[in-house]
């Protein structure tokens, strides 16, 4: 299967997390706006777009994007239901195994300059598919396995891509047939690779089809992309033809490149009338000025579906970015991340909220902290939150050891000093005994410009050596510039490239409604995120360097989990599904191979949006960390204050959990 490539990197957090508070806040900057702001969008980017092929990029800096140009069968509301939107109905066969869409007719494919081109007919979801599979798409493993004779295709099985399990019936009918049931089926649609392509326009631009050019690709969505100037500008207007242009609010996007050099910036930009919203940083010097103007206004969002990370190199080839002047420095690193003990210590060493408040200020800190991958909230099993079952499964694993472990958001769930110390000294004795020698240095890469992510990686350094000891451990920051720093983490093309030892570089968001587009991304056959761990997935290896790191790891066991979950398919065995994922997550967390940190949102920002008007969902295009999604969205003149975001949070909470009863 396709190794997913990340689709989250922290820099970008900084400001993505910003506009997702204002999708799900509001602001204001003061009253001397005369009403422009009202239809109009403005803010900043972090990360150029590189790709507008929406049925290939699995990247967050592009889905930010293509997800306001391109629409697919189904969509999200405001409470993060599915309902229609190129197709009007659907059904499902009895066994689960076929589903039949039923398009509007009459939706238009336009150009870059907004003319008609074509109307949107069901063989573009046909061209969709076998074109992600001809540019070896990064987001084929969201359907890989789903659909009906992909997989042969993908491997060359066959080269008839009929036998494929996707069917334009007519030109207004698309029906989909699956390998097994799945549940959670429809919520993959709102991704990407799920969303059609015309045909002949693909042909007409060959190469070029998805270059990050606005007259690369067609648009069928509420917005067209009119500039796309690399580390400049990025501008949208409203697509006059969109079938559900009622919905369209704002008229005009203008996003600035940010480059995180000046956090106090944006916020002056707002104060002036030039930005929609901004993000706030408690910490800066700045912040005096914007609880002087808006203290009544300041708001955080809410925490949402994608989780960021410390991980290990296990396996670690390149050292440019390194403080070790020897082999035998390496090698007893390496021997110490491998030590599952040694991991569990930096664990329960590491201050979450203390990292976090490098971001958001002491005050809301806590509120970002999340204890596993999978939010805790992300499924219940059996009427209980998905990460209480964790909790208790994981205890039962090792009670002296996680016990008191807190699995659920927003609390420090992990960090005890005692505790850390204790599994260090095991740790010690046991590499001591493969004459390991501390104290043991690892290597940590940072942006140089980003004074957020060099305080939080200093935050982390601060944490564990005062607890664990500088003669047992030191954490050697590596500032780089921007380049070299992606270089070294997010855009490092395979494992061998990741040059750190540790590196909170790494995110997950979900992709559909399941455990298992979480936990699937460290199987060791073909997990997404391997490469981030140093390893490579054995199905894409015949001759796997890693597979002594591996077995080392155990991660067969994991896998085994993970395959005992994945046989329970029908709609009737949800929870025995849950129930068997939640047994994997006790495992990761017990083995710590990662360690969470913090969600995305939970940060504190002033804005001009209407609080919760936007499309919500975990997953898709249009989840929460995607926080450029602006269909739906309403402005308003003045700052949403802390008053109207609490009144409307309460609100949206018990509609969408009305909204969910009613979907049942």
Not at 225 to 230: D, E, G
Not at 339 to 352: D, I, P, Q, T, V
Not at 377 to 400: H, I, M, N, R, S
Not at 621 to 644: E, I, R
Request: net charge negative; charged share 25%.
């Amino acid at each position: 299967m396709s190794n997913k490539m990340k689709k989250i990197v922290v820099p970008s957090l900084l400001l993505s997390s910003t506009v997702l508070l204002a999708a799900c806040s509001g602001g204001d900057k003061k009253a001397s706006d005369s009403g422009k702001g009202e239809s109009n969008y403005s803010y900043v980017y972090s990360t150029d777009i590189n790709s507008l092929d929406y049925t290939f990029s699995s990247r967050s800096s592009n889905s930010d994007h293509f997800a306001n140009f391109i629409d697919g069968l189904l969509e999200n509301d405001e409470y993060g239901n599915l309902k229609p939107a190129l197709a009007k109905s659907w059904e499902v066969s009895d066994d689960g195994l076929t589903y039949t869409y039923h398009l509007r007719k009459g939706v238009k494919w336009v150009d870059s300059e907004g003319n008609d081109y074509a109307e949107v007919k069901a063989q573009d979801w046909v061209t969709a598919l076998k074109h992600a599979v001809d540019v070896k798409s990064e987001t084929l493993y969201v359907v890989q396995d789903s659909i009906k004779g992909l997989d042969d295709y993908v491997k060359g099985v066959t080269k008839d891509f009929s036998t494929v399990g996707v069917k334009a019936v007519d030109d207004y009918t698309l029906q989909y047939t699956l390998t097994r049931p799945e549940s959670f089926w429809n919520s993959k649609l709102t991704y990407g690779i799920m969303c059609p392509v015309n045909e002949e326009f693909l042909k007409s631009k060959g190469k070029d089809f998805g270059q990050p050019t606005p007259d690369s690709i067609l648009y069928n969505s509420a917005y067209i992309l009119t500039n796309n100037t690399a580390k400049s500008v990025i501008e949208y207007k409203k697509n006059e033809s969109y079938w559900d242009k009622k919905h369209v609010y704002i008229d005009h996007v203008k996003l600035t490149y940010f480059d995180g050099s000046n956090p106090d910036s944006l916020f002056k930009e707002f104060d002036q009338g030039n930005y929609t919203n901004a993000r706030v940083y408690p910490n800066s010097g700045g912040y005096k000025d914007v609880e002087a103007k808006y203290g009544d206004a300041i708001n955080f969002s809410q925490p949402n579906g994608s989780t960021f990370n410390m991980t290990f190199n296990f396996d670690r080839k390149a050292y440019s970015a390194t403080s070790k002047k020897t082999d035998a420095e390496k090698d007893s690193t390496h021997k110490a991340i491998m030590n599952k003990n040694f991991r569990l210590a930096l664990e329960f060493a590491l201050n979450k909220e203390e990292y976090i408040a490098q971001n958001v200020g002491k005050t809301g800190a806590a509120k970002g902290i999340r204890n596993m991958l999978i939010p805790s909230q992300f499924v219940t099993v059996d009427g209980k939150d998905y990460g209480e079952v964790v909790q208790e499964k994981l205890a039962k694993l090792d009670p002296d050891t996680f016990s008191d472990v807190k699995l659920a958001d927003s609390q420090e769930g992990w960090f005890n000093a005692d505790k850390a110390k204790s599994l260090f000294e095991k740790a010690k004795s046991e590499l001591q005994a493969q004459g390991v020698q501390f104290p043991i240095h690892l290597d940590l890469p940072q942006d140089e410009k980003s004074e957020v992510l060099v305080n939080q990686a200093k935050s982390l350094k601060h944490s564990i050596e005062s607890t664990l000891g500088k003669d047992n451990v030191v954490i050697d920051i590596q500032l780089l510039n921007e380049d070299k720093y992606f270089a070294a983490t997010y855009q490092a093309t395979t494992a061998a490239d990741k040059d750190y030892d540790i590196s909170t570089a790494s995110g997950w968001g979900p992709d559909y409604l399941d455990p298992s587009t979480y936990l699937d991304i460290y199987n060791s056959r073909s997990g997404a995120q391997l490469d981030n761990l140093g390893l490579q997935p054995s199905e894409t290896a015949k001759d796997n360097p890693s597979a002594q790191v591996v077995n080392e790891l155990k991660l067969a066991e994991y896998d085994a989990l993970l395959d005992k979950a994945a046989k329970f398919t029908s709609v009737e065995d949800v929870n025995k599904r849950y129930d068997a994922y939640a047994d994997a997550e006790a495992w990761l967390s017990a083995n710590a191979l990662q360690i969470p940190i913090q969600a995305g949102g939970a940060v504190p920002s002033v804005s001009k949006i209407v609080p919760f008007t936007k499309e919500f969902s975990w997953c898709g295009m249009a989840a929460t960390n995607a926080s450029y999604k602006f269909k739906g969205m309403k402005l308003q003149d003045k700052a949403v204050t802390t008053k109207q975001y609490q009144k409307a949070l309460k609100n949206w909470e018990e509609k969408r959990l009305e909204t969910a009863e009613n979907t049942k």
